[in-house]
């Protein structure tokens, strides 16, 4: 018997919807975490003009993300920023970007757990009057990823979605008690205009945007997710290769990985569960 082949896997058709990739591209930019430390400088460099320069820095981000979301649509993958970067600039600059995701993510992900688990501690400790090492909130917090990584992406899709949902929650009541508690005769316009910069110069607005883009940082991600999601296939292995050929053949490769139709593949397998794991570890 001739063995059938057997098509790239990935994750299953429809798995993950609209809902779940603007949730997990709202927790990677994490706005709790941004309001408090990255917009507070923003603020320091703008003034009273920081909303402009947030509007400046959403609209740049908006724009980028659109791209990133069309490379994604037609070269869906799991290493999305090595595909892209190695598809358009040569594989030099997807090797570099792929060991840079590597590292960040390898810095990020054990970070946010230690913060999580310090600030636990201490609102144990402040609340119910218990005191728990940070060590052990640690384990308990990576036990508990890892085994909803497992689990799959449908759970850890929507347990991102709750805490995303949450997280929003609070900022929204934050910002609608600070907007009751001022003076409605404060609120004025000059807030979007370069005239309210401290010192009335251009750098002011560059400088600003920096910390801004920062705070923006985690879109392309929904934005790569939403791509791939939107052409109705799963994490695809064959789109991340890059030939080791010549330049023709990348090209004519390229032009016939962007004009195939995307297959719908059923059921989950350990692409999705590492997949999973990215959701939740944050």
């Known amino acids: 018997m001739v063995a059938q082949p057997h098509g790239p896997r990935g ?4 798995i993950v919807g609209p809902a779940p990739v603007i949730a997990f591209g709202t927790s990677i930019v994490a706005p709790a975490a941004s309001v408090p430390t990255l917009l507070v400088i923003l603020a320091s460099y703008a003034g009273f003009a920081s909303p402009l320069v947030v509007v400046i820095t959403f609209l740049a981000s908006l724009c980028c993300a659109i791209s990133i979301a069309e490379l994604a649509r037609r ?6 920023a090595y595909t892209s970067n190695s598809r358009g600039l ?4 997807g090797f570099l970007t792929g060991w840079m995701m590597i590292f960040s993510y390898a810095l990020f992900v054990p970070a946010g ?3 999580t688990s310090v600030h636990a501690s201490q609102l144990a400790d402040d609340v119910l009057q218990v005191t728990i090492q940070p060590w052990a909130v640690y384990l308990v917090a990576l ?5 909803v990584a497992y689990l799959g992406i449908a759970l850890s899709s929507s347990l991102d979605l709750a805490l995303v949902a949450g997280e929003m929650a609070v900022i929204a009541a934050l910002a609608v008690t600070i907007l009751i508690k001022i003076d409605p005769k404060q609120y004025s316009l000059a807030v979007f205009s370069p005239a309210s910069l401290p010192h009335g110069h251009f750098t002011d607005i560059t400088n600003a945007m920096i910390f801004g883009i920062t705070a923006f940082a ?3 991600a929904a934005a790569a997710w ?3 999601v939107k052409a109705g296939q799963g994490w695809s292995a064959s789109a991340a290769r890059v030939p080791a050929s010549s330049p023709s053949t990348s090209s004519s490769s390229s032009s ?5 139709s995307p297959q719908s593949i059923r059921g989950t397998s350990l692409r999705s569960r590492l997949c999973g794991a990215l959701l939740v570890l944050k």
């Open 226 to 228: 939403r791509g791939w």
């Open 113 to 115: 757990v230690a913060l």
């Open 11 to 14: 994750l299953a058709h429809g």
């Open 143 to 147: 036990a508990a990823v890892a085994l």
């Open 218 to 220: 985690g879109f392309e």
């Open 75 to 80: 070269m869906p993958a799991a290493g999305w």
């Open 256 to 260: 016939s990985l962007s004009s195939s």
């Open 90 to 93: 040569g594989p030099t600059a």
